[in-house]
């Protein structure tokens, strides 16, 4: 059974840090590509960051680009990421999200997903 | 970059009727757009990938067509417990962008 399992959110301050992580099992972790979605209070899925199942190329949405970065652990089957300089407007639960199968030409849409975790960036 | 469009942005509908929401890309993606199912306080489902193949255990009741720009999302004989917010996504290549959703209520 597939599972994902996010942890590290919490309250932090504007301009602060937090790393979030998310452990996979019941499926060969590193042959998927994986991804974190987010989604504001009230509102809709933000796409955030996508990385390949290898780790080599990582792909970002403008508004987190510089801020937030995306990796991976294959041996210990566990995606981070990274939040710096953090903003009001990255308060959402962040979801892990695993791609369906293994592609070399796109990143195939998100069949299993993470609980989430919550960030809040308020002072 | 590639934007998603969604309408509408909310509907409301009579248990048995047939529900259209409407995803537009501005540019073409091929058949690269999958539909998801988020209902009240969990996380998304998966329905629909490649624009009209049904995931396993989705009901038949759901359907998908369109290509390049333009794709639909059908409910046939609306239920409801199909009371959800509805996302688009394209997935040719990244950003890996999802519509702003269309939430469906029932009368």
């Known amino acids: 059974e597939v599972q994902l399992l996010e942890s590290g959110g919490g309250l932090v301050q504007p301009g602060g840090s937090l790393r979030l992580s998310c452990a996979a099992s019941?499926?060969?972790?590193?042959?998927?590509?994986m991804s974190w979605v987010r989604q504001a209070p009230g509102k809709g899925l933000e796409w955030v960051s996508v990385?390949?199942?290898?780790?080599?190329?990582?792909y970002y949405a403008d508004s987190v680009k510089g801020r937030l970065t995306i990796s991976r652990d294959n041996s210990k089957n566990t995606l981070y990421l990274q939040m710096n300089s953090l903003r009001a407007e990255d308060t959402a639960v962040y979801y892990c999200?695993?791609?369906?199968?293994?592609?070399?030409?796109?990143?195939?849409?998100?069949?299993?997903w993470g609980q989430g975790t919550l960030v809040t960036v308020s002072s | 970059d590639i934007q998603m469009t969604q309408s509408p942005s909310s509907l409301s509908a009579s248990v048995g009727d047939r529900v259209t929401i409407t995803c537009r890309a501005s540019?073409?993606?091929?058949?690269?757009l999958a539909w998801y199912q988020q209902k009240p306080g969990r996380v998304p489902k998966l329905l629909i990938s490649?624009?009209?193949t049904l995931q396993s255990g989705v009901p038949s009741r759901f359907s998908g067509s369109g290509s390049g720009t333009d794709f639909t999302l059908t409910i046939n004989s609306l239920q409801p417990e199909d009371i959800a917010t509805y996302y688009c996504?394209?997935?040719?290549?990244?950003?890996?962008?999802f519509g702003q959703g269309t939430k469906v209520e029932v009368k």
């Open positions: 990385i390949t199942g290898s780790g080599g190329s990582t």
């Open positions: 999200a695993k791609t369906e199968y293994s592609s070399s030409w796109y990143f195939p849409p998100f069949d299993y």
């Open positions: 490649a624009a009209s």
């Open positions: 540019q073409g993606i091929n058949n690269y």
């Open positions: 019941g499926f060969t972790f590193r042959n998927y590509a």
């Open positions: 996504q394209k997935y040719d290549s990244a950003p890996l962008t």
